[in-house]
């Protein structure tokens, strides 16, 4: 069974930078895709980034342009680097990785990130 673990959150000042790791164990075979959501209190979770096993990226409206992931496959990882980050961008972040044959989600533990001066 896979599991995922998560590193690199924490607490920045706005404006500032962090760098989100996941890794998966083992082997991911067929398509797939793996990134992040996040999930703020009294807030629905919601998408910021995935990219596929083809390359594709897919972000939050709210992110782009701020925020750039990454995969090395050699590794099973994913990497969110996040930029000029903002009190709004203070949440859970929970790495995810999407088997698509056979259906299946695999979630890590969550990391908080908090953007507060």
């Known amino acids: 069974q896979v599991q995922l673990v998560e590193s690199g959150g924490g607490l920045v000042q706005p404006g500032g930078s962090l760098r989100l790791s996941c890794a998966a164990s083992?082997?991911?075979?067929?398509?797939?895709?793996m990134g992040w959501y996040r999930q703020a209190p009294g807030k629905q979770r919601e998408l910021v980034a995935r990219?596929?096993?083809?390359?594709?990226?897919n972000y939050a409206d709210s992110v782009t342009g701020r925020f750039t992931l990454s995969r090395d496959n050699a590794k099973n990882a994913v990497y969110l680097q996040m930029n000029s980050l903002k009190p709004e961008d203070t949440a859970i972040y929970y790495c995810?990785?999407?088997?698509?044959?056979?259906?299946?989600?695999?979630w890590g533990q969550g990391t908080q990130v908090t953007v507060s001066s």
């Open positions: 990219i596929f096993s083809g390359g594709t990226t």
């Open positions: 083992g082997s991911i075979f067929g398509g797939n895709a």
């Open positions: 995810n990785l999407r088997i698509f044959f056979p259906a299946t989600d695999y």
